[in-house]
């Protein structure tokens, strides 16, 4: 590993919530990088870090120690944290207008900005990167990298040992996406609706599918297929970021990509059912082999033995698992598989932590 004479210092945007506060947990003992600055909203400024955040480190690791009395800049304190930092990471919870400001004016101040909001994906100069696919398109960041959306990363994490193969015609996913991915919120309405329904008490739910939304819907022993808001094509805003992310990941426009996303009552780590159709018929050997090899990826499939990737096993892990590969009973050309990965971790603090990694081992800084 690379050697560094001093380890650089790291800003988090928005490190009161659940991605920010998983990017401290990973760096905590990082040999590159160590958290100094932490910044938020203006009602946790001028604040100490655990008394604004230690409720939100339930579902996680134990607050580290040397976060505990960092007092909370403000994030929009542009200059007072740019000052203070080598680099940011960004997960900070504003509107996208208000994200992309922020994190312009960061870029600005030659502030590396490694971005896990939506709001810069679509920037024609920023690179979007998931490092074990297209780390490559780092050098052309002009001060923003973005993150994709977790769904993305997991998907195209399970599809890019495939493309290597042959290039891909079709993709035709649904995903069962984690209660976490709608943030703490998410996690406790689940909680507090299934203790409810276990003690007959009525639960007026008001986070999923959208706390932003007039309706909403119970999660706990539900199905919510909606995540996100529907768009005049009649998809979800998370469905379109899946289709229109990969295809602008593996540079390849004529992708076709048919997504439906669904919530589902766990707690985190997304799953997502996958067919695939490719240019080459395949062999399912063929697939597995190259899972085996591909970095970031874990092949668990081994159905004599029940052996297939779940939520449960894949929290809190780093790859993603990738398992029920089986040719199409129809299409030659098809393959069915199964994929899960943790959202919070590689579907969002991790990614854009390996990003900030590869720029460091390639002198990219």
Same mark, same amino acid.
């Given at each position: 590993?690379?050697?560094?004479?001093?380890?650089?210092?790291?800003?988090?945007?928005?490190?009161?919530?659940?991605?920010?506060?998983?990017?401290?947990?990973?760096?905590?003992?990082?040999?590159?990088?160590?958290?100094?600055?932490?910044?938020?909203?203006?009602?946790? !400024?001028?604040?100490?870090?655990?008394?604004?955040?230690?409720?939100?480190?339930?579902?996680?690791?134990?607050?580290?120690?040397?976060?505990?009395?960092?007092?909370?800049?403000?994030?929009?304190?542009?200059?007072?944290?740019?000052?203070?930092?080598?680099? #940011?990471?960004?997960?900070?919870?504003?509107?996208?207008?208000?994200?992309?400001? #922020? %994190?312009?004016?960061?870029?600005?101040?030659?502030?590396?900005?490694?971005?896990?909001?939506?709001?810069?994906?679509?920037?024609?100069?920023?690179?979007?990167?998931?490092?074990?696919?297209?780390?490559?398109?780092?050098?052309? *960041?002009?001060?923003?990298?973005?993150?994709?959306?977790?769904?993305?990363?997991?998907?195209?994490?399970?599809?890019?040992?495939?493309?290597?193969?042959?290039?891909?015609?079709?993709?035709? #996913?649904?995903?069962?996406?984690?209660?976490?991915?709608?943030?703490? %919120?998410?996690?406790?309405?689940?909680?507090?609706?299934?203790?409810?329904?276990?003690?007959?008490?009525?639960?007026?739910?008001?986070?999923?599918?959208?706390?932003?939304?007039?309706? *909403?819907?119970?999660?706990?022993?539900?199905?919510?297929?909606?995540?996100?808001?529907?768009?005049?094509?009649?998809?979800?805003?998370?469905?379109?970021?899946?289709?229109?992310?990969?295809?602008?990941?593996? *540079?390849?426009?004529?992708? !076709?990509?048919?997504?439906?996303?669904?919530?589902?009552?766990?707690?985190?780590?997304?799953?997502?059912?996958?067919?695939? %159709?490719?240019?080459?018929?395949?062999?399912?050997?063929?697939?597995?082999?190259?899972?085996?090899?591909?970095?970031?990826?874990?092949?668990?499939?081994?159905?004599?033995?029940?052996?297939?990737?779940?939520?449960?096993?894949?929290?809190?892990?780093?790859?993603?698992?990738?398992?029920?590969?089986?040719?199409?009973?129809?299409?030659?050309?098809?393959?069915?598989?199964?994929?899960?990965?943790?959202?919070?971790?590689?579907? !969002?603090?991790?990614?854009?932590?390996?990003?900030?990694?590869?720029?460091?081992? *390639?002198?990219?800084?």
């Amino acid at each position: 590993m690379k050697t560094l004479e001093k380890k650089l210092r790291v800003g988090i945007l928005g490190g009161t919530g659940m991605v920010g506060q998983r990017f401290i947990s990973l760096l905590a003992d990082h040999p590159w990088f160590e958290v100094t600055t932490i910044a938020a909203s203006s009602r946790s !400024a001028g604040r100490r870090y655990e008394d604004v955040a230690i409720n939100r480190w339930k579902m996680t690791d134990e607050m580290p120690e040397n976060v505990k009395d960092i007092i909370v800049l403000d994030v929009n304190d542009i200059e007072k944290v740019s000052g203070s930092v080598d680099f #940011v990471f960004s997960a900070v919870d504003m509107s996208k207008d208000e994200i992309k400001a #922020v %994190e312009e004016a960061y870029a600005r101040t030659e502030t590396p900005v490694v971005s896990n909001n939506s709001a810069h994906r679509w920037t024609p100069d920023v690179p979007m990167i998931i490092p074990e696919i297209n780390p490559e398109d780092i050098e052309k *960041h002009r001060g923003i990298i973005a993150n994709p959306n977790c769904s993305t990363i997991i998907m195209s994490l399970g599809l890019k040992p495939i493309y290597d193969l042959s290039p891909i015609k079709r993709v035709i #996913v649904s995903t069962y996406q984690a209660v976490s991915g709608a943030g703490k %919120e998410g996690i406790d309405e689940l909680y507090g609706e299934t203790e409810a329904v276990s003690k007959g008490i009525v639960y007026e739910p008001k986070i999923l599918p959208s706390a932003s939304l007039p309706k *909403h819907y119970p999660i706990a022993y539900n199905l919510i297929p909606q995540i996100d808001i529907f768009l005049d094509n009649e998809y979800t805003k998370e469905e379109m970021k899946m289709v229109n992310e990969t295809r602008k990941i593996l *540079h390849d426009e004529d992708i !076709a990509i048919t997504p439906t996303a669904v919530r589902v009552p766990v707690i985190r780590s997304h799953a997502e059912s996958i067919y695939v %159709e490719t240019a080459a018929s395949l062999s399912t050997t063929q697939i597995k082999e190259a899972m085996k090899s591909f970095p970031g990826v874990v092949l668990v499939d081994d159905i004599k033995k029940q052996v297939y990737p779940m939520p449960l096993d894949t929290s809190n892990k780093t790859d993603v698992a990738v398992g029920r590969i089986r040719k199409d009973l129809y299409n030659k050309r098809g393959i069915n598989l199964w994929v899960c990965g943790d959202q919070i971790r590689k579907g !969002a603090a991790l990614n854009t932590l390996q990003i900030a990694e590869y720029m460091i081992a *390639h002198d990219m800084f």
